[in-house]
Nanobody
Framework: VQLQASGGGLVQAGDSLRLSCTAS????????MGWFRQAPGKEREFVATISWAGTRKEYADSVKGRFTTSRDNAKNTVYLRMNSLKPEDTAVYYC????????????????????WGQGTLVTVSS
């Protein structure tokens, strides 16, 4: 599976951004997709995950209520809509794919994901 993330940039606190991640190489509708981020000097952390059909989603507490993940299986793309951005959201954001799952499952652990995108930088200024 090849993953290509895009949509990062420099924004001000309170602004919104939408990240996209397009997959190729496998049946996208059978992949659990996840978003992770890594801030400078910190470990990679879980942000959001979405099940095959998009019916189940999980979020990190730090982004709950502000971030929304969705997917369009016809376009092989998963999205992360980020609202009310804060400076502490500054990080490189990675999308990831887990192909060893079942319908309705989600994956919050980074070690569950076999495939990773290259990352897209989000910088939030105060």
């Amino acid at each position: 599976v090849q993953l290509q993330a895009s949509g990062g940039g420099l924004v001000q606190a309170g602004d919104s951004l939408r990240l996209s991640c397009t997959a190729s190489g496998r049946t996208f509708s059978r992949l659990v997709m996840g978003w992770f981020r890594q801030a400078p000097g910190k470990e990679r952390e879980f942000v959001a995950t979405i099940s095959w059909a998009g019916t189940r989603k999980e979020y990190a507490d730090s982004v709950k209520g502000r971030f929304t993940t969705s997917r369009d299986n016809a376009k092989n793309t998963v999205y992360l809509r980020m609202n009310s951005l804060k400076p502490e959201d500054t990080a490189v954001y990675y999308c990831a794919a887990d192909d060893n799952t079942v319908a309705g499952a989600t994956s919050t652990g980074a070690n569950r994901y076999e495939y990773w995108g290259q990352g897209t930088l989000v910088t939030v200024s105060s």
